[in-house]
Nanobody, 123 residues
Framework: QVRLVESGGGLVQAGGSLRLSCVAS????????MAWFRQTPGKEREFVSR????????GYSDSVKGRFTISRDNAKNTVSLQMDVLKPEDTADYYC????????????????WGKGALVTVSS
């Protein structure tokens, strides 16, 4: 059984930082591209960042580029999202996703999803 479990969400003031982590189990982690998405009530799920299975390729949405950094540790089956210079508009539930395809995951077509971690940025 595959599980993705996010942690590290919380409340932070604008300009601050948070680090999200996602631990995966039940899959060959290095064979999966990983991504972070976010969603607020009433809005579509939004792509945030993705990283290839080896960690050699990564990408970001324009809204977070230069502020967020994705990384992974294949020895620990973990993908992380370092979020700096946070803005109130970054407030959302953040979801970890896994898919065998680095291309497919960009469109949200992931095989597996976590249950989410809430990030709240106060102004």
């Amino acid at each position: 059984q595959v599980r993705l479990v996010e942690s590290g969400g919380g409340l932070v003031q604008a300009g601050g930082s948070l680090r999200l982590s996602c631990v995966a189990s039940g899959l060959t982690f290095r064979s999966y591209a990983m991504a972070w998405f976010r969603q607020t009530p009433g809005k579509e799920r939004e792509f945030v960042s993705r990283i290839s299975g080896s960690g050699g390729i990564s990408g970001y949405s324009d809204s977070v580029k230069g502020r967020f950094t994705i990384s992974r540790d294949n020895a620990k089956n973990t993908v992380s999202l370092q979020m700096d210079v946070l803005k109130p508009e970054d407030t959302a539930d953040y979801y970890c996703a896994a898919d065998r395809s680095y291309q497919h995951i960009l469109a949200g077509r992931a095989d597996y999803w976590g249950k989410g971690a809430l990030v709240t940025v106060s102004s």
